[in-house]
């Protein structure tokens, strides 16, 4: 299990005091920390009270949503990204993942400038406070206005454009990506480019019955997540498979009894 992470929102009803406890129970390593579950705490003790449970924190969940209709929505994005990588320094996360945004009605092409322009701003303070920032391509189902960049093509191309910076790379999301005819390809470019930052697991379950919160454990849907995990290793990637998933259904349950679940699974999954 050294490679297991497990994101705070995936176990959203327990509080990360508890997420602390349970998770290095089941053999997790890594915790993805979702800013939701820092608010009213110090990011510096939190950063030692995850090295004291065993753990390092992965990444920091999220930045991004660049784009707006007004100069200044576009400007407050900014300062919140600034944000974002000032609580990723003090919490000890190398990473920010970057769920970039939309604006309905606005052309994509736009809407993916103003993205470029967005990280172009920050990217110099976080290369100054020594974190990396990830593009998150979304499926394009959410293209209205949560992410105009929908597969890794599209966000090699941002990379390209902000001229390939060492900090900027792209997040391999098995649920928004898994379909892209272009996948092993474009890992694979990722993966020569210095670019695959991470890969969140999960699985799309069919028939699915919310196309935000219903995401599968792994196992559970139609996602050949054995492929996708040996096209991200041999592109290179060593890092922390992380387990995000957004469900109502296991939300409602006993996230003990669910964390236990996204064990099982993992170990079936990989033999580490």
Same mark, same amino acid.
Not at 170 to 198: F, M, N, S, T
């Given at each position: ?33 979702? =800013? ?18 065993? /753990? ?5 969940? =999220?930045? $991004? ?26 919490? !000890? ?20 400038? *103003?993205?470029?322009? !967005? ?8 290369? %100054?406070? !020594?974190?990396? @920032? ?8 959410? %293209?209205?206005?949560?992410? #105009? ?12 454009? @902000? ?22 390809? *474009?890992?694979?470019?990722?993966? =020569? ?22 995401? !599968?454990?792994?196992?559970? $849907? ?5 492929? /996708? ?19 109502? =259904? ?13 064990? #099982?699974?993992?170990? *079936?999954?990989?033999?580490?």
């Amino acid at each position: 299990m050294r490679r297991l992470c497990v994101h705070t929102i995936t176990t959203k009803p327990l509080p990360l005091e508890e997420c602390l406890v349970e998770f290095p129970k089941r053999g997790v390593t890594g915790i993805t920390l979702w =800013r939701q579950a820092l608010e009213g705490r110090d990011p510096a003790a939190v950063r030692l009270q995850v090295a004291d449970a065993g /753990m390092e924190v992965v990444s920091l969940c =999220r930045g $991004g949503f660049f784009p707006a209709a007004t100069a200044d929505g576009r400007r407050s994005a900014v300062e919140d990204n600034l944000r974002a990588i000032e609580l990723a320094h003090a919490v !000890g996360a190398p990473l920010v993942v970057l769920v970039c945004g939309a604006v309905p009605g606005q052309p994509l092409a736009e809407s993916r400038r *103003q993205i470029a322009e !967005g990280i172009g701003a920050v990217l110099p303070a976080a290369d %100054a406070a !020594g974190v990396r @920032l990830a593009i998150e391509p979304l499926h394009p189902m959410y %293209a209205d206005d949560r992410s #105009a960049v929908s597969t890794m093509r599209q966000a090699h191309e941002i990379c390209d454009a @902000l001229g390939s910076p060492v900090g900027l790379g792209i997040a391999v999301d098995a649920y928004h990506v898994w379909w892209d005819p272009e996948l092993e390809e *474009q890992i694979a470019l990722a993966g =020569r480019k210095g670019r695959l930052h991470a890969f969140h697991i999960c699985d799309w379950r069919t028939p699915t019955t919310d196309l935000l919160n219903d995401r !599968g454990l792994m196992g559970e $849907g139609c996602i050949n997540l054995r492929e /996708m995990s040996r096209w991200v290793d041999a592109a290179g990637f060593t890092g922390h498979r992380e387990v995000e998933i957004f469900s109502d =259904r296991w939300w409602a349950g006993d996230q003990r009894a669910f964390l236990d679940a996204i064990a #099982a699974s993992y170990a *079936q999954l990989y033999h580490e």
